[in-house]
């Protein structure tokens, strides 16, 4: 009997692990495809992050509610649902035939996996009840995660290569129907609880974070001053600090800010949010880069990924070591400090870079996000109740899509200005009239189509704008990263002892209803 109770918890973890391999992999599988997909709908750099950032957006905007939404009709059953939109958006992607339609699979497939991440974890705490095989089984679901980023590119490539851009969707499929029949036979069903729908904090978030990434994104084309970017621009601040305002006083709030007055939890879920602001950010440009400029094949460029997964595969068990013995601080600052090395180093490296000479820079990247994914799970959830880890487990995942959502969108904003701005002082030298810079500046960036009376750019001086561009962007997020490691390394240092006298019990989040 225990023998058979001890196999069924081992069969759901690998379930769960399964989806959250194939939810985190849809997080970076795209982008070695993005190059092929915008020359095969015709999508600027504008359009190529709508790609990503429809996803991504819609997955960070939702996860908190998916969480509410589990406690409220039952978390396994909600699992399921997310799980099944999931593999339905997936094959709309395969089956988009323009951009607009691909961008909207995308948010049908973010939909899917904010309603199944925050369940998966929750799930997790349900079946496994001894602490140590608990804390075996959320470093095992981590470390899967954390892989399921780093091989994306590595099982994108051949398969862009050999069966194109739509593959990288299709593989989901059958994953995702394996994975439906799997959760309705092993994953226990857990209770549901009452719980309000935060809809006015929904409302709040989604419109604010859309605003904002809407702002950041066409900015860089439309221009700082343009209406359009300047009402989201305005309308992202208010609504977010509304959102802030409404999640302080409601009863049951979507997000529970009380979260962040630990400086523990602060300095985690900080974590989470910069280790993705900078790796997704730099993630999403590097193909670009590898096919656009070197010229690599999309397996090549896949391939070159391999020294990252080898890495994070060792760094993310060693990490919930490191954390058990030495407390998350150690991983957290290490990892951190690691991603701004390595991103730092890439941005020393020109187009004509020979893939050797900036490996090294790799295997740093690897090992930072190996060593931050497990010691954040662990450092949230010893510090809140159990039945509290679904919104924990939604905050953790919500705050590193909402890391990439803005990195993605941040630094790609600095890269396509400091990219348009090099492009119109070399096409002004060539003697293009005004007009002309504006309509091949536009081209090229995604924000007008192509057919303009510029003449297209000399490539050359084309990919040397790009590579100076992105280089900026990459030194942006080291330097990011870096100030962040500082901060983290504040937020979690150890608390003084108290005094022998008058013992004072520290305050724990993990009582509060």
Not at 149 to 163: E, H, I, K, T, W
Not at 410 to 431: C, E, I, K, S
Not at 483 to 512: D, E, M, N, Q
């Amino acid at each position: 009997m225990d023998t058979r109770n001890d196999r069924h918890r081992w069969q759901a973890l690998a379930t769960l692990c399964l989806t959250m391999f194939m939810a985190m992999l849809d997080n970076v599988v795209v982008n070695i495809a993005l190059p092929r997909i915008g020359r095969d709908l015709d999508a600027g750099i504008s359009g190529l992050q709508w790609v990503a950032e429809g996803y991504s957006l819609v997955y960070a905007a939702l996860l908190l509610t998916g969480g509410t939404l589990g406690d409220r009709h039952g978390r396994t059953r909600v699992y399921r649902i997310g799980l099944a939109l999931f593999t339905l958006g997936s094959a709309a992607a395969a089956l988009a035939g323009g951009t607009g339609a691909l961008v909207a699979a995308r948010m049908l497939q973010g939909v899917g996996a904010a309603l199944l991440t925050p369940g998966s974890l929750a799930i997790l705490r349900q079946v496994f009840t001894d602490e140590k095989e608990r804390a075996r089984a959320i470093g095992l679901w981590s470390g899967v995660s954390a892989l399921g980023l780093s091989v994306g590119p590595v099982v994108g490539g051949p398969m862009v290569d050999a069966f194109g851009w739509a593959s990288v969707f299709w593989i989901n499929v059958p994953v995702g129907l394996v994975a439906l029949v799997l959760a309705y036979r092993v994953l226990p069903e857990v209770a549901p609880r009452e719980r309000r729908v935060d809809l006015l904090g929904l409302l709040l978030s989604a419109g604010g974070l859309g605003a904002l990434v809407y702002a950041l994104v066409e900015g860089p084309g439309r221009g700082w001053t343009d209406a359009r970017v300047l009402a989201c621009g305005a309308a992202a601040a208010v609504l977010l600090a509304l959102f802030v305002l409404v999640e302080l006083r409601v009863a049951e709030p979507m997000l529970e800010l009380r979260l962040f007055r630990d400086r523990v939890l602060a300095g985690a879920l900080l974590s989470g949010l910069m280790v993705s602001f900078g790796m997704f950010g730099a993630m999403f440009f590097l193909p670009l880069m590898l096919q656009g400029v070197m010229g690599w094949a999309p397996t090549d460029a896949g391939y070159a990924g391999l020294p990252m997964s080898a890495v994070i595969v060792f760094a993310a068990p060693l990490s919930g070591r490191l954390t058990a013995r030495h407390g998350a601080r150690t991983p957290l600052v290490l990892g951190i400090a690691l991603c701004a090395v390595g991103l730092g180093g890439l941005s020393l490296y020109s187009g004509q870079a020979h893939y050797w000479s900036y490996g090294w820079t790799l295997v740093l990247l690897g090992g930072g996000m190996g060593l931050t994914f497990t010691p954040v799970s662990i450092a949230v959830l010893q510090r809140v109740a159990p039945a509290r880890t679904g919104m924990a487990s939604a905050t953790i995942n919500t705050l590193r899509e909402l890391g990439g959502v803005l990195g993605i969108a941040v630094l790609g904003a600095v890269l396509t200005a400091r990219l348009t701005g090099n492009l119109t002082a070399a096409l002004h030298r060539r003697g293009l009239p005004a007009d002309g810079v504006s309509h091949a500046v536009a081209a090229l960036t995604g924000h007008a189509p192509a057919a303009g009376t510029a003449a297209p750019p000399v490539p050359s001086f084309v990919d040397a704008s790009f590579v100076d561009a992105l280089h900026l962007a990459l030194r942006c997020g080291s330097a990011t990263l870096a100030v962040t490691a500082v901060l983290v390394a504040l937020l979690l240092r150890p608390a003084a002892p108290a005094p022998a006298a008058a013992p004072v019990p520290s305050p724990s989040l993990s009582g509060a209803s």
